[in-house]
């Protein structure tokens, strides 16, 4: 590849850093288990509590759109793997994870945007240690 197609794919890759900087998204999963188990209706009631507090929110599958600081994109995912413990919710660039995530649950999620607190009752529990964790990459066997 000539260096100056290096140079404008790096300048790309730059340029969306930069948009996604300041966003937060909000990942909900879209897999057949969350989705049984009403993602999203999870989803719905997420955007409309993020509209009702005024916050842009982007309900898109791409990146590459521009924003302000206000800005929170809600956007349905694939699978993650872990469907016993869904509706799963997956907050970024944080990367807190929800589990068992009812519609109910959109507004103190939403509260908690933006801020050091998360919704401890929604985060995975080991079962037998009955040690939290709030990354999903966190949880030992994930």
């Known amino acids: 590849m000539p260096q100056n197609k290096l140079q404008t794919l790096d300048h790309i890759r730059q340029e969306a850093r930069e948009k ?11 897999g057949t288990g969350c989705v049984a188990g009403g993602s999203m209706e999870v989803y719905d009631a997420l955007v409309k509590c993020a509209e009702a507090r005024g916050l842009n929110v982007l309900v898109k599958l791409e990146d590459h759109v521009d924003h302000g600081d206000d800005t929170v994109a809600v956007k349905a995912s694939g699978c993650h793997g872990f469907c016993e413990m869904g509706p799963l919710v997956r907050i970024e660039p944080e990367g807190t994870l929800y589990t068992k995530v009812k519609a109910e649950d959109a507004e103190e999620i939403i509260e908690k945007l933006g801020t050091d607190s998360v919704v401890e009752r929604l985060l995975y529990r080991h079962p037998v240690t009955q040690e939290v964790y709030v990354k999903e990459e966190d949880i030992p066997f994930y």
């Open 20 to 30: 996604r900087e300041g966003l937060t998204t909000i990942l909900v999963c879209g």
